[in-house]
């Protein structure tokens, strides 16, 4: 075999570190601009695709914050000494007429302070008697209580959400109170899935001796579908050349993004790699990292490509790392960066020559949140997975031992 040409035998070639990687394939991905106009009640997880500008200030008028009564700040002497007469009742929705001098209006939350009016006294420090109200001598209320003043909350002209938010319950409910009932959002994201491996059998199905089951497809099914993608599944490519390259071919007709699984490693059954450079190209390959060292970047015709690792918990951790951002910044979502908080670690680990990503689980305890590692940490322990709740970085050549302060990446962020 002649090894002289491919990059994993050069020494030369230095792996790329995350951010690096990251970085890089950030710079070469735009938003795939595709947008429609969506009712309200269906913009839930959505992308926004364009700025909200408040039309109206909300509340639009100044309004009571509790039952009781309005009155002008200059009757409260009065209005304890021996009260003031009960002039109007204004509920919510009911405009009221301008207070007449000397009195007060019973007000109920949420209705229109009436002109005039620039103090509410809450009922629970009063008494109505004979249509008059009369103030507890002992209540400390100050002039201009209990008022939501007009565009407390929102200002006509505000920008009330940028373009690249995801839409969660209360933005929608924010858009609903100033008024507005559709808006422009992000088409959905078409991701072509498959993964290669000869040894592959499907869930359901009877294993020959030396076959596994597939279990990368429905990893990456759910974690596409999480994402707000529409997956086109094309199931498992046999580890040959002419078929991971019709597989990409196919792919890159319908997708915006391709992403595989296996065979982008430096073995003579692992197609991917040549596949691409046949057909697109592949603009980096390989990180510094554990697990998932194989991982190739590029694009065929119009259609970005990500070539995942083989191993179950490397796709799983290098989707979250590399994949996501791509995904966020395809969608035109602009929360790419994921966020990590410090914790103490409860194991050791020496991450040798490559950072590592350890699978931990974090627990309060009284020093503050302590993370926990799966006792196998190998890339082929997807129970590792399944067992954790985050990640926790170990930086290249560190090492770590109970106690120490490390960080931590919950998968929680990465869930929605
Ligand atoms: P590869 O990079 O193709 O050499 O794959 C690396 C390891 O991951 C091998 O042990 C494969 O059997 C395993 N693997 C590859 N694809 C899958 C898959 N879809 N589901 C489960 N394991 C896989
Ligand atoms: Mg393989």
Request: proline share 6%.
């Amino acid at each position: 075999m002649n090894t002289s040409a491919d990059p994993c035998f050069a020494p030369a070639v230095p792996l790329l570190g995350v951010e690096e990687a990251i970085e890089r394939m950030l710079a070469q991905t735009g938003t795939v601009v595709r947008t429609r106009k969506a009712m309200l009640a269906d913009a839930g997880g959505r992308i926004l695709a364009e700025a909200l500008t408040a039309p109206l200030d909300v509340p639009g008028f100044d309004n009571s914050a509790m039952d009781g009564y309005a009155l002008n700040s200059a009757d409260l002497a009065t209005a304890r000494a021996g009260g003031l007469p009960v002039s109007q009742r204004i509920t919510a929705g009911m405009p009221g007429v301008p207070l007449i001098a000397g009195t007060c209006a019973r007000i109920f939350t949420g209705a229109p302070v009436p002109a005039g009016a620039d103090t509410v006294v809450m009922q629970e420090v009063c008494r109505e008697q004979d249509a008059r109200m009369v103030l507890d001598a002992d209540a400390a209320v100050s002039a201009g209580a209990n008022i939501r003043p007009r565009g407390n909350d929102i200002a006509t002209g505000d920008t009330l959400l940028e373009p690249g938010c995801v839409l969660r319950a209360a933005h929608i409910g924010l858009v609903a109170a100033v008024g507005v009932d559709r808006l422009r959002i992000y088409r959905k994201l078409r991701v072509a899935v498959f993964s290669t491996g000869d040894e592959l059998v499907e869930p359901g199905h009877k294993l020959a001796p030396g076959r596994i089951y597939n279990s990368n497809r429905y990893l990456l099914h759910e974690l596409l579908i999480t994402q707000g993608c529409k997956v086109i599944d094309l199931g498992t490519v046999p580890d040959a050349p002419a078929a991971t390259r019709t597989a990409l071919t196919r792919a890159a007709a319908r997708a915006d993004l391709i992403i595989s699984s296996g065979g982008v490693s430096v073995g003579e059954e692992d197609h991917v790699k040549a596949a691409l450079q046949a057909l697109g190209e592949m603009t980096l390959w390989r990180i510094r990292m554990k697990p998932g060292k194989p991982l190739a970047f590029g694009r065929v015709h119009k259609s970005a490509f990500i070539g995942l690792p083989g191993n179950p918990v490397s796709v799983f951790v290098t989707f979250l790392l590399f994949a996501l951002p791509v995904i966020r910044r395809l969608q035109g979502r602009s929360d790419t960066v994921p966020v990590s908080y410090p914790v103490r670690a409860d194991f050791s680990c020496r991450a040798k020559g490559r950072r590592e990503y350890v699978r931990v689980q974090v627990r309060a305890s009284a020093e503050g949140p302590v993370a926990q590692a799966y006792p196998r940490q190998g890339s082929d322990v997807l129970s590792s997975v399944a067992w954790a709740d985050g990640l926790v970085e170990i930086a290249e050549n560190a090492t770590v031992q109970p106690g120490d302060s490390v960080r931590y990446l919950p998968f929680a962020q990465w869930q929605q």
